[in-house]
């Protein structure tokens, strides 16, 4: 027999809502958020509008970066008197670049059920709507707001075939553009500004072209940048620094073999003499 949500107590409920719309919420969201003791609110004077829309009069607790060390024992001590929880951001889903990732981590380790509620996150719309390839895909959050460090980030990335996803806010989309730009070369991108909303722009464009235009500095920002697609000639690597490279990445060596000559598209067998005469 399945069990309903109301025989899971006491539960953490990780709730998405909108990003935007504020018809973008699932009835299954509505109904948790009618249902739980408390809810946990990134900024409850945000939350509170989206909870007025829907008439969902429930205490809310605010849970945000600053507060999250002093409001665990709080959430623990809610969940060991067997009160339900949901957990909501600002916008979109709990934990993907807002707080929530500490307080679910802690919830799970002290035993208590964790349930999502899917739903909106900035993410998957900025994905779909960007026409570039989707699957593989990695998704990098915002950059490091020092320069240094966040050039450093975007290097690490600049060989990897996934397409990247980068959410940055209105006043440094300038300079990230650029940044991409200067790191990964011209490549196809997607500018997503402001989903759901009034306002949505979605420009599908080049990193070349795109640092020559002028962007809103109002609003909210999703970049998606696809991965590459350039052939790697391994010019500079050898076979075995190739192989040594996998195993040190944790790969068994007959993983690494196979991994080797995929790269390479070298039969299996030429690549396991080579390794084997060198050993
Ligand atoms: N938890 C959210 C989610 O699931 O997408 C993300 C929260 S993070 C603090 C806020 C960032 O998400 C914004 O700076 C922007 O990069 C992105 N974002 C959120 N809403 C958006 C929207 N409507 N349009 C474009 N980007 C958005």
Known sequence: MQKSFKDAKPTLYIVSTPIGNLK??????????????????????????????????????SYHEFNKDDQQSRILNLLAEGKNLALISDAGTPGISDPGYEIIKDVIQANYHVVAIPGPSAILAALV??????????????LSRKKSQAKEMINSYQNRRETLVI????????????????????????????????????????????????HNPKGEYVIIVEGNHQKETFEDESIEDHYKRYVDMGYQEKDAIKAVAKDRELPKNDVYQIIKNKH
Do not use: W
């Open 129 to 142: 709507t960007s026409g570039l390839i989707i699957q593989p895909f990695t998704y990098i959050g915002f």
């Open 24 to 61: 973008d919420i699932t009835y299954r969201a509505i109904e948790i958020l009618n249902f739980v003791d408390f809810i946990l609110a990134e900024d409850t004077r945000t939350s509170g509008v989206l909870l007025n829309h829907y008439h969902i009069k429930k205490p809310m607790l």
């Open 167 to 214: 959410y940055e806010s209105p006043n440094r989309i300038q300079s990230t553009l650029e940044l991409l730009h200067g790191c990964l070369g011209n490549r196809r991108i997607s500018i997503a500004r402001e989903l759901t909303k009034t306002f949505e722009t979605i420009i599908r464009t080049t990193l070349e072209e795109a640092c020559q235009m002028e």
